[in-house]
């Protein structure tokens, strides 16, 4: 759906990061392909987030966003400076961030947060393709209160998301095999 659908494997097998929320209520899956090599699309994740590169998406939604809130269209090398422990922001509310777990270029990136009563964690796995790189993204969350409502909701605010990440990062990294 809306071409960012996980491949049963992903869904199925485990993925790093599982392990910082063992006991999640909620996993969203989302998967997609680039054609670009894991080493062209890793730096545009390396910069991704609130007060940062921004969240990719293509140019017809930016044009509705105001200029000084769209995403970059070029990297930025200082912003390549991730490391385990580092803290970013994030768009879940005020004061919320992710804390890098694992940075491991260019395959893996996994991001953990609490907050209140809420752990999540968030993986991003690359894998090369013949036909460039598999990004499959994981969203693990536990402490939630109302199930249903973060499965269905947040399931499609998800879905939402990442198919405009998908689309934006497919203009960005497009003639870079």
């Known amino acids: 759906m809306l071409g960012v659908t996980a491949e049963p494997a992903e869904i199925t097998g485990a993925a790093p990061g599982d392990d910082l929320v063992p006991d999640a209520e909620v996993t969203m899956d989302r998967g997609f392909t680039l054609a ?3 080493d062209q699309v890793w730096p545009w994740f390396a910069q991704l987030g609130k007060n940062r590169a921004g969240w990719y998406l293509p140019r017809p939604a930016e ?3 105001p200029r000084r809130r769209r995403a970059l269209r070029h990297l930025d090398l200082t912003l390549h400076t991730l490391r385990a422990g580092d803290v970013i922001d ?3 509310g005020p004061g919320a961030t992710f804390e890098i777990v694992t940075h491991d270029p260019p395959r893996t990136l ?3 947060s609490t907050r209140g009563p809420l752990r999540i964690s968030w993986t991003i796995r690359l894998t090369p393709r013949a036909t460039g790189t598999r990004v499959h993204l994981r969203f693990r969350i536990a402490g939630v209160r109302h199930r249903r ?3 269905y909701g947040g399931g ?3 879905l939402l998301t990442v198919a405009g990440l998908a689309a934006g990062l497919r203009e960005r990294t497009a003639g870079q095999r």
């Open 149 to 151: 409502l973060v499965e």
């Open 90 to 92: 994030d768009w879940g």
């Open 36 to 38: 670009a090599s894991p």
């Open 63 to 65: 044009l509705l966003i």
């Open 110 to 112: 996994v991001h953990r």
């Open 156 to 158: 499609l605010v998800d």
